[in-house]
């Protein structure tokens, strides 16, 4: 329910982004136009942020249940992650061939900011519960298992890619609303997905700690 709310947020920003840059005003300011898109991926990084930081308990596996209360002292620091993961994703963007590959893949955006998001997070939140310093290396997936999560929301986004054929353009034709709107908004939801299964690692792994 959570993953399909952030979905219909995630739409709503891309909606609104859409409409900004396509304003007449914003055809004939570049700098304008770059700008609304740098304050989009700031949108999104605060927004999955926080959406990761409400369900940590339960991503984490030690509530059944949502909690504001229980997360709240990490208010402030979920706001902090999020500008760190949108300054990542932005330094990334500029590197030539990930560029291409990260504007085509928004669910990668997702995976890898939420990835970074969650990492800043439930860190710091599981030493306060535990009350001891907890190696990272004990919670997290190593480089090559993330790349393993990285190819899987990849080959996930071609996968919803061939799936939705018939209702993209053809590749001489204008975009249309779903290539516009609502095909990232679905392939977001896969790095949603993806970012679960890189949680469920670290909730396995949590579990097997010794009290």
């Known amino acids: 329910a959570a993953a399909l709310i ?14 900004s840059t396509g304003q007449e005003e914003m055809r004939d300011a570049a700098s304008s136009g770059c700008l609304v898109q740098i304050v989009g991926v700031l949108l999104q990084a605060l927004l999955l942020g926080f959406f ?15 909690s504001w209360s229980s997360v709240e002292p990490y208010a402030m620091l ?11 994703i932005s330094v990334l963007s500029f590197i030539p061939g990930l560029r ?8 990668l955006e997702v995976l890898i900011g939420g990835g970074i998001l969650f990492r800043l997070l439930s860190h710091p939140y599981l030493e306060k519960i535990r009350g001891a310093k907890i190696p ?17 929301a990849f080959l996930l986004g071609r996968a919803l890619m ?15 609303r779903f290539t516009r709107l609502w095909g990232p908004s679905l392939d977001c939801l896969i790095g949603i997905l993806v970012l ?12 097997q700690l010794h009290p």
Not at 6 to 19: D, N, P, S, V
Not at 52 to 65: A, D, K
Not at 78 to 86: D, E, S, T, V
């Open 162 to 176: 061939l799936a939705t054929l018939r209702l993209r353009p053809p590749p001489s034709g204008a975009p249309n």
């Open 100 to 107: 291409q590959l990260l504007a085509g893949s928004p669910g």
């Open 136 to 152: 990272a290396s004990a919670l997290y997936p190593n480089a090559l298992l993330c790349l393993g999560y990285v190819l899987i």
């Open 6 to 19: 952030f979905f219909g947020l995630q739409a709503l920003i891309f909606q609104t982004l859409r409409w």
């Open 196 to 207: 679960a299964m890189y949680a469920g690692y670290t909730a396995l792994a949590l579990s």
């Open 78 to 88: 979920a706001a902090r992650a999020g500008i760190a993961a949108a300054l990542a």
């Open 52 to 66: 990761i930081l409400l369900l940590l308990p339960l991503l984490l596996g030690l509530q059944s249940t949502i």
